[in-house]
């Protein structure tokens, strides 16, 4: 499977989605409760809940988007094009889309979760693991768009620390 | 019925399939030596070619086929040469005039 820079966008949105919502759920959790099978529930629900909702979203809004182009498209040519090579690409375009944004979704939900799968159960190697997969995601980011890679590391990075703080803070608060 | 051995076809397709995708699903079709598509027009949603197809036997329903399965719309049939050997059109003193 080969992907473009279409299912680059997929890739990146669920990555972060998945990494970043779990950290939180992997923070917030493991401060009401340091026992590894609640976190692991509690993140592993999660994971799959995200996964989910953003394949199944992925989904629909591309069914809606392909649908109306192809209603312009149809419009200019003066002709229906069910049943053509433009109708199984669209579909096959939808279904990738959907596979990958979920996929890129449980996938990265598993990096905060695999220090607690793994037995270690540390919050410490959950974040240390997001961040360094958040470089990597930074790295492919820039890749895709010709920028910075520092300049796109750092922006992933920063999403990464501010969740991070965020959580601590409501953790002071006594929010979570 | 003779055999053709050229087709000349002004077609309206969407951007997507690609012309190199046009060229080679019809140069794939059996009985096709060989195809030539040139681009004419260029518009938001759709792109006018001229496609010259050109073989021993060439299907015509089966271009058609084709071109219709990839999106596209014959507008016109611009030429045909059909027959045991290939004939040119001629230049006649209307067109010189």
């Known amino acids: 499977m080969s992907f473009n820079v279409e299912e680059g966008r997929y890739i990146i949105l669920g990555s972060v989605d998945g990494l970043l919502a779990t950290l939180g759920i992997v923070i917030g959790v493991s401060v009401v409760s340091a026992t590894t099978s609640i976190v692991i529930s509690a993140g592993l629900g999660g994971a799959i809940a995200l996964a989910l909702t953003n394949g199944i979203g992925s989904y629909l809004a591309e069914s809606t988007i392909e649908h109306g182009k192809r209603i312009k498209t149809e419009k200019s040519l003066l002709r229906k094009l069910s049943n053509t090579y433009i109708e199984t690409l669209s579909r096959k375009r939808i279904v990738k889309d959907s596979l990958t944004h979920g996929g890129a979704s449980f996938f990265a939900s598993l990096i905060p979760l695999a220090p607690w799968l793994l037995g270690v159960g540390s919050v410490f190697a959950s974040v240390a693991l997001s961040l360094i997969a958040l470089v990597v995601l930074g790295v492919y980011a820039g890749n895709i768009s010709k920028q910075n890679y520092v300049m796109s590391v750092a922006k992933m990075v920063g999403l990464g620390m501010l969740i991070v703080v965020t959580e601590q803070l409501l953790k002071f608060f006594h929010l979570t | ?97």
């Open chain 2, 1 to 97: 019925m003779s055999q053709i051995k050229r087709l000349v076809l002004d077609v309206l397709k969407p951007h997507e399939p690609t012309n190199v995708e046009v060229a080679s699903a019809i140069g794939d079709l059996q009985d096709v030596d060989g195809v030539n598509l040139s681009l004419y027009e260029v518009d938001q949603q759709t792109e006018n070619v001229k496609i010259t197809v050109e073989g021993t036997n060439v299907n015509y329903h089966l271009v058609l086929q084709t071109i219709e399965d990839l999106g596209g719309v014959v507008h016109s049939v611009d030429e045909i040469i059909a027959g045991k050997k290939i004939v040119e059109e001629e230049e006649t003193l209307h067109d010189r005039g």
